[in-house]
C-alpha cells in the first residue's frame, strides 16, 4: 500500500534526507586514491551518528532465504559493480575508479535514501559520461514526478534517455516508495510504458534511482549474497534521490539548499 505523508512526517522525513545529503558532502573529501572502502563505511557511519541518525542498511534483511544481513553502514561499489558492493579494507580506491555508494539514514522513525556516483581522480571520458547520463536519467524521469502522471511515465522517460544514450537499464532493481520503512510501494523501474502505474498524488515520497550500464543490461550476484556485477565486466553508474510529491513540481529531499 501506498503511504501519503502528513506534513509532520514529511519534516521528519526531510531531517532524515538532510543527514543523507551531509553525509555525501563528508565522503566527497575522502573519496582519493589510497582510502580503503571500510574507511568511507566509518566516515560515513560517524556522520550519520553525529548528526543524531543509525544508518539503516546496517544489519539490514531483505527477509528472502540465504540472503545474510548487509553486515555495513554504505554500499560501496566499484567499476563494474553495480549495486550493493560490501566495503572493506582490502579495497583501496586507486585513480580512475568509477565508485557508486549508496546511504540510507533512519532518524525520528523516517528514512531518507540517495546514491551518487563518483570519479577516483580522473577517469576516461566515456566513464564520465556514463556517470552524467545516470544522473541526467534520474533528473528526466522526475520530469513526470507529478500529481496526474503514473509511475509508468516516470520509469518510461528514464529507461529512454539511457538508451537514447547507447547504455543499458538495470531491469532486475528499482527505485521504490521511501518513509518509515527503506522499501515501500510503489516500486519504480527504470524502464517501462507511460501512461502504467499507480498515479502520483502530493505527499508521496519516492527513492528515484537509475542504475546505468555501459554494456549489455546482464547482471551476475556475487557470493556474498550482495554485490552485483555486469555480466560482461562493463563499468556501472548509480543515482538516486528521496524526493517528494507535491502540488506542483517533485521536491529533492536529498540534495543541500544552496
Known amino acids: 500500500m501506498v503511504t501519503i505523508k502528513s506534513k509532520k512526517e514529511i519534516e521528519l522525513m526531510k531531517q532524515a534526507c538532510k543527514v543523507v545529503a551531509l553525509t555525501y558532502q563528508e565522503l566527497e573529501k575522502h573519496i582519493k586514491p589510497g582510502i580503503s572502502t571500510l574507511e568511507l563505511d566509518q566516515i560515513a557511519e560517524k556522520t550519520m551518528r553525529n548528526l543524531g541518525a543509525i544508518p539503516a542498511q546496517k544489519g539490514y534483511n531483505p527477509g528472502i532465504k540465504g540472503i545474510p544481513e548487509f553486515p555495513a553502514s554504505i554500499c560501496v561499489s566499484i567499476n563494474d559493480e553495480v549495486i550493493h558492493g560490501i566495503p572493506s579494507k582490502y579495497r583501496i580506491l586507486k585513480e580512475g575508479d568509477v565508485v557508486s555508494v549508496d546511504t540510507v539514514a533512519l532518524k525520528n522513525g523516517f528514512n531518507g535514501d540517495a546514491a551518487r556516483t563518483f570519479v577516483v581522480g580522473k577517469t576516461s571520458k566515456e566513464n564520465q559520461r556514463l556517470i552524467d547520463v545516470t544522473k541526467q536519467a534520474f533528473f528526466e524521469g ?72 555501459q554494456g549489455k543490461p546482464n547482471i551476475l550476484e556475487l557470493d556474498d549474497g550482495w554485490t552485483i556485477v555486469t ?15 507535491t502540488e506542483k513540481e517533485p521536491e529533492i529531499l536529498t540534495i543541500l539548499e544552496k
Open 142 to 213: 522526475i520530469k513526470y514526478a507529478k500529481p496526474g502522471y503514473r509511475i509508468g511515465d516516470v520509469s518510461h522517460a528514464i529507461g529512454e534517455y539511457v538508451r537514447s544514450q547507447g547504455f543499458s537499464v538495470v531491469r532486475e532493481f528499482q527505485g521504490h516508495g521511501i518513509g518509515k520503512e527503506m522499501h515501500e510501494d510503489p516500486g519504480i523501474p527504470n524502464y517501462g510504458k507511460a501512461g502504467r502505474g499507480i498515479r502520483l498524488e502530493p505527499g508521496m515520497t519516492l527513492a528515484v534511482e537509475p542504475m546505468v550500464i
Open 231 to 245: 555480466e560482461d565486466g562493463s563499468m556501472a553508474a548509480h543515482y538516486e534521490n528521496t524526493i517528494l510529491i
